[in-house]
Each structure stands twice: as C-alpha cells, then as structure tokens.
C-alpha cells in the first residue's frame, strides 16, 4: 500500500476543489440513505463514498460504492486504500444498530471492533475530519440524573446490556483515537432518540403497540430527536469544522403518558417487580422490540442538554420533542388506517 507509506501518520488531508469528499459507513442505514440523499444535492460536495455490504438505493451520480463488511478480518487495510484513492476528507462512521439484536456476537464485532477497524485505518490513511454517530440514551437512565445531561456527564448506560455496551465501548476508542491524532477533527453527534414518519427502530415499535407497556408508579420525561432534524445535524458536521462532542435534541420533554396518548394508544401499567422478569421472557422469546435493561428509560430520566450545540454547532431543531410525536403518530394513523382499508 504505497499511499499509506508515503503519508505522513500526522498529516490532514485537506478539502480540495470543487468540494468535499464524504465517505459513511453503514451508508446503507436509515441515517446513511437519507443523507447521501441531502449530499447529492449539496454542490459543496464533490464527491459520496458509501461504504456498507449493499449499496444505498439513494446513489445517485456522485456516489461510488464500495462493498465493505466491517466484522471481516483486514478490513482496516481495505478501507485505508479506499480512503486513499478517493481522497477521502470526511468520515461518517454511521455503522451502528439503531434497536437491539439477539445476535449480540456479530453486533459486537460490527460496532465495537467494527469501530477500532476504522480508526485503525484513519491512522493508516488520515482524514481531515471523522464525525461520529452516537446515542443520549448511553448517559444511562437513573433516579440521579440532573434534569438535563451535559455533554461531560459519565456515559452509564446499563452494563448488562450489550446494544449500549458496544456504543459506549465505541466512544471510548474515539475519544482515545481524537486525543493521539491531532491532525484529525472529531465531532461525536449524541443524537436523542429518533422519531418520525419514516424512521423504523425499537421506539417506534415500542410505541405502536395498542397497548403500550409501562412502569407502574412512573412516569418520567422523555425526549426526541426528528428524523429531519437527525440529518440536518449530520449535515452541519459534514460543512462545519468544530470538534467536540454534542448533545443532538429536539426541543422540549413530554411525560411518558402524554407521548402514549398523542400516538393514539393506551397505557398499560405494570409492577417494576414483575416488568423485568415479563420483559426478559418475551425478549427471549424475540417477542419484545428491547431487552429488559431497557425498562430503565421507562422509569427514570434520561434528557440531554441541547445548548452546547447551539452555541457551538448551531444546531437548532426544526421540530420539538411534542412535533416529532405528532408527526410519527399522524404518519400511524395513516398506517393503520390503510390496514384497515386493504384488510378483508
């Protein structure tokens, strides 16, 4: 690999006319299709490089497509030569699940060691920026969490749980990786949950059960991010040179209770005691959308501060935490009103 011997291990690659050239993993995601979408468009960008094991149906003319598994051993080594023959300048390192999985193994290898493949390449081959995709709810829900999570509150998500552990574990390397390598700009996006119209996670499944499942005795504030607002954030990292990490939210918190109701359904209160152990039966029996860790974010608070990325990013969201909610239950209602309709 010649490029990568000739580079200088400390050295940026620098953005060059007519534009950047932005490469994604997981570019085949919710997150990864729809923003190769926005970036087509985007004449400050020259060029897409989508990297996953299918190509996203949103590849226009920009966009080359390079078939990339990251659990494969030596991966790092392909995506270093890649980086280097597209003369790649931004990363988005989007290859992340957005709702657990019972092949919790291969997840571990996708995200965790996934992302020490990558950053092992961004050291092969530098990039002049790497923007990562993360979560709030990795702060951990808790009786002892302030009313809002700044970006320097410990990441404590439940460590019985494999789908946090890896993100948390993914951070770390990042954050690692940003500190040695200080030719490289390291933007970590902690995006809330996401809801909308046409986002697909354990959320929205969670919510579009008739009867949603709740901790008897709470009834704690929640927060959302819209699935535009998500994009537009990725977005401004990609045209933005400001390194850091960001509390990515929409504006605002609603009960639990009133999120149920606004989505059309009806709340069905359960004793924590028996929660966990019913939770833990159906997830085994892959009859629940998350893992009875997850039960935790259904009694306690988990709400991010959003102010950091206003003040430095200037993110400020299109919709707030109530208009994600309507927006994703207008768009159930019109589900199950088709249902009914084509059902004989």
């Not at 004449?43 to 190509?55: G, K």
């Not at 940003?178 to 697909?200: C, E, H, M, N």
């Not at 009694?299 to 990325?309: F, I, T």
């Amino acid at each position: 690999m010649t490029d990568a011997k000739d580079h200088d291990a400390h050295a940026v690659t620098k953005v060059t006319p007519p534009g950047r050239v932005v490469a994604l993993t997981g570019a085949d995601g919710f997150l990864g299709r729809n923003l190769i979408g926005l970036l087509e468009d985007d004449d400050r960008v020259s060029r897409i490089v989508a990297l996953d094991v299918e190509r996203p149906a949103t590849a226009g003319r920009k966009t080359r497509f390079y078939k990339v598994d990251l659990t494969q051993p030596r991966v790092d080594a392909r995506l270093a030569e890649i980086f280097a023959s597209e003369q790649v300048d931004t990363l988005l390192h989007m290859a992340f699940l957005s709702s657990p999985t019972h092949a919790s193994a291969w997840a571990h290898e996708l995200e965790s060691v996934g992302t020490l493949h990558v950053l092992n390449a961004c050291r092969e081959r530098p990039v002049h920026k790497f923007v990562l995709w993360s979560h709030t709810i990795l702060y951990g829900a808790s009786p002892r969490n302030p009313n809002f999570l700044p970006e320097t509150h410990p990441l404590r998500g439940h460590s019985e749980s494999r789908f946090l552990r890896d993100k948390i574990e993914a951070e770390q390397v990042v954050a690692s990786f940003a500190r040695t390598s200080p030719g490289t700009l390291v933007t970590v996006l902690r995006l809330a949950p996401i809801l909308g119209p046409t986002v697909k996670n354990y959320l929205t499944r969670y919510l579009g059960r008739s009867m949603v499942p709740t901790v008897m005795g709470f009834d704690p504030l929640m927060q959302f991010l819209h699935e535009v607002d998500a994009l537009a954030a990725f977005k401004l990292a990609v045209m933005r040179d400001i390194p850091g990490v960001f509390n990515i939210v929409g504006d605002g918190v609603l009960p639990l209770s009133t999120v149920i109701q606004l989505t059309g359904r009806i709340g069905l209160p359960i004793p924590h005691p028996v929660m966990y152990p019913i939770v833990s039966a159906l997830w085994t029996a892959q009859l629940s959308e998350a893992p009875p860790t997850f039960v935790d974010y259904a009694r306690w608070l988990c709400v991010a501060d959003g102010d950091k990325a206003l003040r430095e990013l200037k993110f400020r969201p299109a919709f707030t935490t109530r208009e994600a909610v309507l927006d994703y239950a207008h768009s159930q209602r019109m589900r199950d009103a088709h249902l009914l309709r084509t059902t004989p």
